[in-house]
């Protein structure tokens, strides 16, 4: 059949509209076409959904293609092991990563040492979201302390 050609601003606007999860999961194997549109990285800059089988070797190289350099806000889940080795590859492959939400599974708990390694390793980070009650007071005070002005 015949292809439908629609102007570039037409793909990226539907595909901002659909989000980087049915991009990842569907759109990008529709066509050439959609393949192209999808590797915009104004697309990816937040990623709030990742599956629940990917460790942090696979996110880190996710992360690392060139679609994915203009991420800003990331959602981690259990999987993903951080510690000072895993914040450090994240500061190094997400360059722009300012915000990180690590409450949308609850099987992750993040501790005193894993939120001092973002603020040390990531320098772009500006927020962290967690649940309060996976680190101590300890971490909270010297997260802010670590963290400084940067902190929103």
């Known amino acids: 059949g015949e292809a439908l050609a629609l102007p570039r601003e037409c793909f990226s606007l539907i595909l901002r ?62 999987k993903h092991k951080l510690g000072m080795k895993g914040a450090e590859k994240l500061g190094k492959v997400a360059p722009h990563l300012a915000y990180i939400d690590a409450r949308a599974d609850h099987k992750l708990h993040l501790s005193d040492d894993d939120v001092l390694s973002l603020a040390a390793k990531i320098p772009s980070l500006t927020g962290l979201t967690v649940d309060m009650w996976n680190f101590s007071s300890f971490g909270v005070h010297h997260f802010a302390q670590k963290m400084g002005s940067r902190l929103q």
């Open 17 to 78: 509209i659909v989000g980087p999860r049915h991009i990842l999961t569907s759109l990008q194997k529709v066509s050439k076409g959609w393949l192209s549109a999808s590797r915009d990285p104004e697309l990816y800059a937040t990623l709030d959904y990742l599956p629940l089988t990917m460790t942090m070797a696979p996110l880190v190289a996710l992360l690392g293609q060139p679609k994915f350099s203009r991420v800003a806000h990331l959602s981690l889940h259990h």
